[in-house]
């Protein structure tokens, strides 16, 4: 095996209006890894916000970056396990996490550009062509009607999983109001048909209980949820075995998991259908796989949640294209530009699903001119 050494890293906050939450304001944090050779790899944080985009570039630029100068690219889960053991007083967790993840997808990236394979080979080989997508939306609440017009026409277009959740405005957001709650889930089932699957995602701050949680899945079991999202607080264990034995809804958790042991403990409940989780937030390619493993041993699904740029989708497809128990892809269903701008060759459904890339490391071409338009520091 030639020698291949790190040679430059740069992390890169970009600050963007999301069209598909009503133009506001989000942010990511990517890397770009290069070579000595010329080799180059992408990763991505999902940082969210900018003071988080610009802490992440910190620990990357001052604390990572300088351990990675000079060292073999090709050598991924050792220096994953590294960073993670080097890590512990800075924290695992929050800002540390994000910037391993973004380290850690762009090493897999260069690491499978430079066999010249795609990324899911090296990840133990594709176990299908394409993947089932859901249409992944916020929900606009004080417009019911719109709603409806909206999921009919996202059915029309082929989604055949459609999921809502939260809220432009947060204060009457999904999980705020039973009663407009259960109106919004009829509205859906009623626009999509009865084939499609439907999934809602309840806002963070909602402050469900385990025995709210118990009666808003009971009142929607005549609307056959594919499944309930994030009912509960993702720590509340027992709440969620409680919620588990009331109801046939399939439950789901998991985005706001950072740890591999975070998402031990959500598979070891037992009260779980799908775990939900990112690349660019839970330990990157490496971490992510682990947890997909585990929930395979529990007879687990997983949804590859991916809302944010297309780094994340691609390293998420790749891990759904190589996995036994991969669900669907989430993906924004209008043009976005952290998924059609920074990119050359966009990742899109086509008659309900998502085709797995089959060219070099993650299968995508950055356009890095794109990607400088929108740093900000």
């Not at 800075?90 to 990236?109: K, P, R, Y």
């Not at 609307?223 to 509340?236: F, K, N, S, T, V």
Request: hydrophobic content about 45%; glycine content about 10%.
């Amino acid at each position: 095996m030639a020698a291949e050494k790190i040679a430059r890293i740069e992390a890169l906050p970009l600050r963007y209006a999301e069209p598909n939450n009503n133009g506001k304001i989000r942010c990511v944090t990517l890397i770009r890894i290069e070579t000595a050779t010329g080799a180059v790899g992408w990763g991505e944080a999902i940082t969210g916000s900018e003071d988080a985009s610009l802490a992440t570039k910190v620990i990357i630029d001052r604390g990572l970056a300088p351990k990675l100068i000079g060292r073999d690219p090709r050598q991924v889960e050792a220096i994953w396990t590294s960073f993670r053991e080097a890590t512990y007083w800075s924290g695992n967790g929050g800002i540390v996490t994000f910037a391993l993840s973004a380290i850690d997808m762009a090493l897999w990236d260069v690491t499978a550009r430079l066999a010249g394979v795609p990324l899911y080979q090296l990840l133990g080989g594709k176990r299908r062509d394409r993947v089932l997508a859901a249409s992944s939306v916020i929900f606009d609440t004080a417009d019911l009607p719109g709603i409806g017009r909206y999921f009919a026409d996202l059915r029309a277009r082929g989604y055949q999983v459609l999921k809502g959740g939260w809220g432009h405005d947060l204060s009457i957001a999904f999980g705020k109001d039973a009663r407009r709650d259960l109106e919004i889930v009829r509205t859906l089932r009623d626009a999509v048909g009865e084939d499609a699957g439907i999934v809602v995602d309840v806002a963070a701050g909602s402050n469900w209980t385990a025995s709210h949680a118990i009666t808003m899945a009971r009142a929607f079991e005549p609307y056959r949820l594919y499944w309930l999202e994030d009912a509960l607080p993702e720590g509340d264990i027992d709440g969620w075995q409680r919620l588990r034995a009331a109801t046939a809804t399939p439950l789901c958790t998991g985005e706001k998991g950072w740890l591999v042991q975070d998402f031990r403990r959500l598979v070891d409940s037992k009260a779980l259908d799908v775990i939900m989780i990112d690349p660019g937030r839970a330990e990157g390619v490496t971490g992510t796989r682990k947890v997909i493993e585990m929930a395979a041993e529990a007879r687990m699904a997983w949804n590859a949640h991916s809302w944010s740029s297309a780094i994340n989708t691609a390293a998420s497809l790749h891990l759904a294209a190589a996995s036994s128990n991969v669900l669907l892809l989430e993906l924004k269903p209008e043009p976005s530009p952290m998924q059609n701008d920074i990119v050359r060759d966009p990742i899109v459904m086509s008659e309900g699903s998502v085709a797995v890339r089959d060219g070099p490391g993650l299968g995508i071409e950055v356009d890095e001119a794109a990607v400088r338009r929108y740093l900000f520091d």
